[in-house]
């Protein structure tokens, strides 16, 4: 079973608003349209968010979507993957793709985790030679993902084991492409 895991307990400080609930495809919130993309590619979806995430946790929830909280999230990406991690125990492997990349092609996702389902230990798609988003990992990883700390997530160990990574040629550019400012919504909105 691939569990995908959506990253979605950010701060959003350089948007100015919580960047997961602006629409981006027919009024659909940000961390909706990735949570569907990502469940139409895996078996289940935990979504992890920050204490009191109030609205964001709402929509999520009418989604049919199992939702964590993470207490430690202010400690970094790498607090939030172990709450998805803790949460998603029976996986066979994990799907971890980021709530604020909600661009990312559903055919691409698919791909990754197939990969994932026919044994890979670590997959990630490229695009033109670019590692990007989501990235799999099989459970021979599991203690490696449970001891990263810090606010890089997963970086660290894709860096270790370049060597174990099975690459998905993808023609998708958005698995390069996070919405971090208003500007970068702006500039994406145009092109997807």
Same mark, same amino acid.
Not at 43 to 53: F, K, R, T
Not at 100 to 125: E, H, N, W, Y
Not at 148 to 174: M, S
């Given at each position: !079973? ?44 935990? &979504? &992890?968010?920050?204490?009191?995430? *109030?609205? $964001? ?8 979507? #199992? &939702? ?16 998805? $991690? ?11 793709? $980021? ?5 990312? %092609?559903? #055919? ?6 197939? %990969? ?21 990992? *099989? ?13 890089? *997530?997963?970086?660290? $160990? ?9 690459? &998905? ?15 970068? !919504? ?7």
């Amino acid at each position: !079973m691939i569990t995908g895991i959506l990253l979605a307990a950010g701060r959003s400080q350089r948007y100015g608003s919580n960047k997961l609930l602006s629409p981006v495809k027919n009024g659909v919130a940000m961390a909706i349209v990735a949570a569907r993309n990502l469940l139409a590619a895996v078996d289940e979806v935990v &979504v &992890v968010v920050p204490p009191n995430a *109030g609205a $964001l946790e709402e929509q999520l929830q009418q989604e049919y979507l #199992k &939702v964590v909280c993470c207490d430690k999230a202010a400690q970094g990406m790498s607090e939030s993957l172990k709450a998805g $991690l803790l949460a998603a125990n029976e996986a066979t492997g994990w799907l971890i793709a $980021l709530a604020d990349m909600p661009f990312v %092609q559903v #055919k691409t996702i698919r791909s990754v985790s197939q %990969q994932l389902q026919k044994g890979a230990s670590i997959v990630a798609p490229y695009y033109r030679g670019s590692r990007g988003h989501p990235v799999g990992f *099989g459970t021979q990883h599991k203690a490696e993902l449970l001891s990263l700390e810090g606010d890089r *997530g997963a970086w660290g $160990l894709l860096k270790q084991h370049t060597v174990q990574i099975c690459k &998905v040629n993808c023609n998708d550019p958005a698995i390069l492409i996070d919405v971090d400012t208003l500007a970068d !919504m702006r500039r994406v909105s145009d092109v997807f």
